[in-house]
C-alpha cells in the first residue's frame, strides 16, 4: 500500500510546475452526494447534502476547511436505519514545490443518531498536488495516510488512507469558481481482533467566490 | 505713318537722356557731352563752371566723374586724383567701369581711394535665426588701416555690435541682441559702420529690416524611430495538456481508489468517481479544444516599459526645449537700398 503511495506521488511529479491561483481567500457552497459502507457488502448508504469551503492562501501555505451535512438512507440488503451526517476537515499545506504541498491536517464526523454508525476523528498526514490546466481552470490531487483514527465504538485501524481529487474552472480574475471533488476514504477498523471496516466515497459540486 | 519720324528722333534722345536723367544743370549735360566727344578741355572748363551752381548730389558724382576722367586723359595725374577724391567721398561705393575706361584711370581712382579714409560697400546678408542663438554678417571695406565700429541704429536702440582694426575687406557679426540682451523689436534699422584714423572719420550706413516670428516648438512623441512597442501578450499554440493532465490526475485517483477498494464492503455504482471523473475530464477537453488565452510576454512587458520610460524622458526634455523655444525669437533680416541723401 505504502508504494501505491509512493508510485501515486511520482506519477504527480512528472507534471509541470504551475504558478498557484492568485486569490487568497475562498469561500463556496457545495452540493454533496456520498456513499458509505460499513462491515460487510450489505451496509451500505447513500444520501446527499450541503457543504461548504473555506481556504486561504498566503505564501506558500494553504488552510483550506471543508464541512458537509448529509442524509443517508440505507441501500443494501442489511438492513440499518437512516442517519444524519455531519463531517467537518480541516488541512494545512506547505508547498515544498510550484506544485506540490506537503499536507497535515484533522477531520471530525458526526453520526445522528448516535451508534447508527461510527463517529470518527482522524489526523492525517498526506500530499497534495495542484496544477493549473490553462489560466482559467486547475486541477488537484490528494493523498493522505491517515495516522490516529478514534472511533465512538471504539477499536482501532490499521490502515487508514483518504484520497482526492477536482477541478476548479473560473474566471480569468479568479473573482468566481465552480468546482467538483471527490473523496474516496478507506478505514480497515478492528474491534477485537474483529474486522469492521468502513468505506466512504463523496462528490461535491459546488460555487466558489474568491477575494 | 507720322508718329514713325518722331519716334525715330525721340528714342535716341531718350536713349541718351536715361544714365542723365536725374540731371538738373544744362551745363553739367553740356560737360558730359564734352566728355563723350573726346573734348576733354571743354569738360574740363564746363565741369569747373557747373560746379560754382548748385546742384544735386548726383550732379556733383557726374561733374567729378567727368573731371577725374578728362584729367586722366590729359595726363594731369595730380587733378586726377583730387577729382577722383571727391568722388569717393561722395560716393565711396561707385568705380570706373574697367571695360570702358582706361587701366590708367583705374589707377588713379585706387590711388585716390587709397589717399582717402572712407567705409565702403556696406553690406547685410539676408538672414534668418533666433536670436542670440544665430547670427546676421555684415560685411563691409575700409579704404585705409582704421579702427572701424559697427553700429545697429534705430526703434530708439543703439547697438555696438562690433569694433575693429581693418584694412580692406572686413565682416562683423551681429546676434540680433539689444545691449541688454533682449531680442531688437521689429522695424527697420540702419547699419552704421565708421572708420576712425587719427582725426579722420567716416561712415558707411546700410539698412536693414528687422521682422519677428514666433521659434517652431518641438511635436511631442509617441514613438521613438527605429523601436517600435511589442505586444504584450501572445496567443499560445493550441496544446493537448489540459487533457493531459486531467487524464493524468483523474486517472491516477480514480485508479488509486478502485485500487484501494475494500472488497468485502460495497461502494454501490461508484457514480461519485464517475462523475467527478467525466467533469474533469470534460473539463481537460475544453479546456484543450477552446481557443488558447493570451499570455503575458514578460520581455516584450519589459521592452515596451523601457521605451515608455525612454519616451517619457524624451518627452520631457522637449517640453523643456518647448518651454525655452516659448521665449525666443525667430529674427529676418532684410536688407533693404540705403535712400539716396538730399540735395545738398
Known sequence: ?211 | MKPRPLLSVLLPIALIAGPLGAQQSPTVRRARQAYDQLDFSSAITLARRALAERLTRDDRIQLYEVLGYSYGALDSARQAVEAFRQLVFLAPDREPDVERVSPRITSLYASALGQVLVVRKVAVDSASFIAGEGQVLIRYQVSRPARATTRVVGQGVEIVVDSQLVTGPAIATWNGLTGSGEPVPAGTYQILVTAVEGRNEFTGPAEIRVDRGSVDTLAHLTGLPGYSFQPETEAPPRTWRPLGLAVLYTGLVAGAAVALENTSLDLGDRREVGGVGFLALVTGLVMSVKKPDPRPVPANIQYNRLLREQIIERNAQIAEENGRRRQQVTLTITPTPVPAPAPR
Request: charged share 20%; aromatic share 8%.
Open chain 1, 1 to 211: 500500500m505504502i508504494r501505491c503511495g509512493v508510485v501515486l506521488v511520482a506519477l504527480l511529479g512528472l507534471a509541470t510546475p504551475q504558478v498557484a491561483p492568485a486569490q487568497t481567500v475562498r469561500f463556496g457552497l457545495q452540493g454533496v452526494g456520498l456513499t458509505y459502507s460499513e462491515i460487510d457488502q450489505g451496509r451500505r448508504a447513500e444520501g446527499g447534502g450541503l457543504g461548504g469551503t473555506f481556504s486561504v492562501r498566503w505564501r506558500r501555505f494553504l488552510l483550506d476547511a471543508s464541512g458537509m451535512g448529509a442524509r443517508l438512507d440505507p441501500k443494501g440488503d442489511g438492513g440499518g436505519t437512516s442517519f444524519d451526517l455531519l463531517q467537518g476537515d480541516v488541512r494545512l499545506s506547505y508547498a515544498f514545490a510550484p506544485s506540490f504541498a506537503v499536507e497535515i491536517g484533522g477531520g471530525r464526523r458526526a453520526i445522528d443518531p448516535e451508534f447508527a454508525t461510527q463517529d470518527i476523528g482522524v489526523v492525517r498526514l498526506g500530499v497534495l498536488s495542484e496544477i493549473a490546466l490553462n489560466q482559467l481552470s486547475t486541477v488537484w490531487a490528494r493523498g493522505a495516510y491517515l495516522v490516529d483514527s478514534r472511533f465512538s465504538g471504539g477499536g482501532s485501524a490499521d490502515l487508514a488512507v483518504e484520497l482526492g481529487m477536482g477541478v476548479g474552472v473560473g474566471t480569468a480574475n479568479g473573482r468566481f469558481r465552480g468546482r467538483v471533488d471527490f473523496e474516496f476514504q478507506r478505514i480497515d477498523r478492528k474491534v477485537g481482533g474483529a474486522d469492521v471496516p468502513l468505506q466512504m466515497a463523496v462528490g461535491k459540486l459546488g460555487l466558489e467566490l474568491g477575494f
